[in-house]
Every structure is written in C-alpha cells, then in structure tokens.
C-alpha cells in the first residue's frame, strides 16, 4: 500500500480549516514522487475525503507542484534546483494564506495531514511554516533523507535532491527533512507508525522527543505489526477516533 497524497479541508458548518497533504485531483489519477494512486474518496484515515466530511470538515482539492495535472514545467519542478522539500510546502502556505485573507477561514481554525510522502508534507510544513497550522497529524512519514537515501529508496532521494548526496551536501539533505528542524514545530502534532512500517519507528520516536521536549503538545500512537499505513479495520476505527479528536481539540471553534 502506497500513500502519497495531499488535500485541502475545512470544517463545513464551523468555519474551520483542515489542510490534507494529497497529491489526488479530483475525480483523476495522479501522481507524487512515486507511484500513482486513484481518488476513490476513501473513508480510511490516510483518504479521509469521505471521512471528515461527515464529521463537519469539508475537503478542498488542490494541485501543486510535481503532481499530475499541472504541466510538464510544474511535474518536474519538486526536482530542480534546491526546490524540493520546500517549493509545493510554500505553495500550499501560500494558498492557506490566501484563504485566511479571503475569510474563507481563520488564524487558529487551519490543520495539515497526510501519509507517506503526505505525512513527510505535513512535518516539513510546520517545520517551514511554524505558526501557520493549528493541528497536525503526520502518518507513516518520512522523516529523514539522510537515512533513506542510504538504507532505503536512493534512486528516489537522488532524483529529488539531484547530484547532491549527504556527504557533499549535508545541509541540504537537512534542511530538506523533518528530523534536523524538528525544535521549530509548534503545532500540536499527532502521529501515527505502524511498528512494521519500512520507514524506520524510531526517527519519529526521536522527533517525538525533540517536540515534546520543547512543550509543545504531542503524541504518537503506534499500530503494532502494521507497516506502511494501515490495514486492519478495527485500527482504521481506532486512528478515526484519534484523529477526528485531535482536530477538534486544537482547531478553534
């Protein structure tokens, strides 16, 4: 099972605002760095476009940079120059921005998700972006490109950071991942991690630490012999229950 999605949500009737990391155009198939996935508008918690909804949080869709739909020039962007890890992350703050201008939402009422690729968006996101999200729930992430790129997907990690690697450009890889800026977080952060997930438990247990030592809210609930997202229903029902809670604790009424 592969996630690597971002989207945007807000509260239908409460003038709230959750944003979802999501590579997923609506009604399309697309994709993010890596495979492909189709929007089913799923009620799990890694696709809960049907899910939140029925809880007061409607779901805005948008694209961004390296995803299906958006022209050859956009696609390969994430790739460019220094750009990933922080070209699609600003774009999605700058759209969360313009919102709160618009009154569409307000300061205080905006949180981020995602899985995989999503839950490396939404670190990265309150990372860069420290007072601009409310909430956050980061799953199955990934969290540090140094240990990917040398005991996980290189090819992936290279094509992203380009000819740099760790040992001539160290700061880059970095600055790129979660793990290096986690002091900076502020948001009240929920994460999820299947204890049998590819990407390793204990660099978010590592990242847990670092944010709760600073006092800022967090908690990380582990999936015992899950892997990369989750399988079993009654976890689905389970992480539902954490997740919905979580928002509606740190988003303002």
């Known amino acids: 099972m592969v996630h690597l999605f971002s989207v945007v949500v807000y509260p239908q009737l409460a003038d709230q605002l959750c944003v979802l990391d999501t590579d997923l155009a609506q009604h399309s198939k697309v994709r993010g760095p890596g495979p492909a996935m189709l929007n089913r508008w799923l009620t799990n918690v890694e696709n809960p476009y049907g899910l939140l909804p029925n809880f ?5 869709v948008v694209p961004l940079a390296g995803r299906d739909g958006t022209g050859p ?12 890890g ?13 919102m709160i201008a ?9 949180g981020i998700m995602g899985c995989s690729y999503g839950g490396y968006f939404t670190l990265q996101s309150i990372t860069r972006h420290p007072d601009l999200y409310a909430a956050a729930n980061a799953q199955c992430s990934l969290v540090d490109l140094i240990v990917e790129w040398s005991r996980g997907y290189p090819a992936l990690i290279q094509y992203l950071e380009g000819p740099r690697t760790p040992f001539n450009d160290a700061a880059e890889f970095q600055k790129d991942s979660p793990i290096y800026n986690a002091s900076k977080i502020r948001t009240p952060l929920l ?4 204890t049998d997930d590819f990407l390793p438990i204990t660099l978010d247990e590592n990242l847990l630490k670092i944010v709760q030592d600073k006092k800022t809210p967090a908690r990380m609930v582990k999936f015992e012999g899950e892997g990369h997202g989750l399988r079993d229903s009654e ?3 389970y992480a539902a229950q954490e997740q919905i809670s979580w ?7």
């Open 73 to 84: 020039q956009s696609l390969v962007s994430m790739a460019n120059g220094r750009n990933f």
């Open 56 to 60: 007061g949080y409607g779901v805005l």
């Open 191 to 194: 994460i999820f991690k299947g």
């Open 86 to 98: 922080q070209i699609d992350i600003d774009e999605q703050a700058e759209i969360t921005r313009q």
């Open 102 to 110: 618009k009154r569409w939402t307000a300061a205080g009422k905006v």
């Open 235 to 237: 976890n689905q029902l």
């Open 247 to 253: 928002f509606r604790k740190y988003l303002k009424p």
